[in-house]
């Protein structure tokens, strides 16, 4: 190992930064696959040999046999042809290969900056975690895809948004890391932000919203109404089931949640731009613009998924807004949190 300690906080910061970007790579491409019904296409988790898609005829048939045995495909698929099985194959497939792109974006570099002696004292353990999250998300990935294949034709929505959720965390945790280690290289005496109460008011907020949005993708609710502001010419929309209780109903009927996720936006769009008035009297301007035009854009592209009928192009944007407005509102609260550092 080298001997002499030589912390470069300013490259690590960007190291996280070109991963951040590649979360929101893997976001995207799980949103298509979500929408195209491709999640359920491979039916064996294997990361090592999984890597490498079928190279040969027979290679395909038989990827495409274990997909036969499964609900999905007797249910809903039946007669699917091989050619678009290979379509939907294609989507899980890019989705698990940028996954571990990911993780060897974390693993690599961090082994290289260690034997470098390149991390600057604290953050060793903090990046550790970061690259133990991917593996663990790689886990809950599976255990995901896991739930659909034995008797249900779709995903648990409640382990489909501990996946969506779990990656989000981690996206928030590379920008906040990332930014903590510029300042770091900005001052070396500068220590990390802390959260602040605001902060988890926000956090609190931002997750109950996406929480929702990954249940509305989980139980397809967004197919439920295609009609803005009133769902279906009501404001409270028909068909709620509440014969299981109000808490079932609350986490598993298509409807609710559908109403839920569309007006709590605009308590967590009334948080963030609250945060973004903060910031702008701290004189973060740059924090506080990005916040208001990403908020103003995730509102936007969600009436539009509804008016569209859930337009897949569109709904992938709205997701892919949504883990950008993640990192947006993570630098930003990290801002607020310098002061209290």
Known sequence: MS??????????????????????????????TRLTESGLSITEWRPVSGVLPPLTEAGWQAEFEKYKQIPEYKAINLGMTLDGFKAIFFWEWLHRILGRLVGMALLVPLAWYAWRRAIPSGYGWRLFALAALVGLQGAIGWWMVASGLEY??????????????????????????????????????????????????????????????????????????????????????????????????????PFLIHFLHRWWSWVAALALLLLARQLLRRGARTEATLLILVVAAQMMLGILTVVTGVSMWIAVLHQVTGAILVAIAAASLHRLGRAAA
């Open 152 to 253: 249900r034709t779709d995903v648990s929505h409640f382990r489909l948004a501990t996946h969506l959720l779990t990656a989000l965390f981690l996206l928030a945790g590379l920008v906040w890391t990332a930014r903590d280690l510029t300042a770091l290289a900005d001052s070396p005496g500068a220590r990390p932000a802390r959260l602040t109460g605001t902060a988890m008011l926000v956090i609190a907020i931002l997750f109950v919203q996406l929480l929702l949005g990954a249940w509305v993708a989980g139980l397809n609710a967004g197919y439920v109404a295609s009609t803005w502001p009133l769902m279906n010419d009501h404001f409270v929309p028909e068909g709620i089931d509440w014969a299981g209780g109000a808490w079932f109903a609350v986490t598993n009927d």
């Open 3 to 32: 001997q002499n300690s030589n912390p470069r906080p300013a490259a690590l910061s960007r190291w996280l930064w070109a991963v951040a970007l590649l979360v929101i790579g893997v976001v995207a491409v799980g949103g298509i």
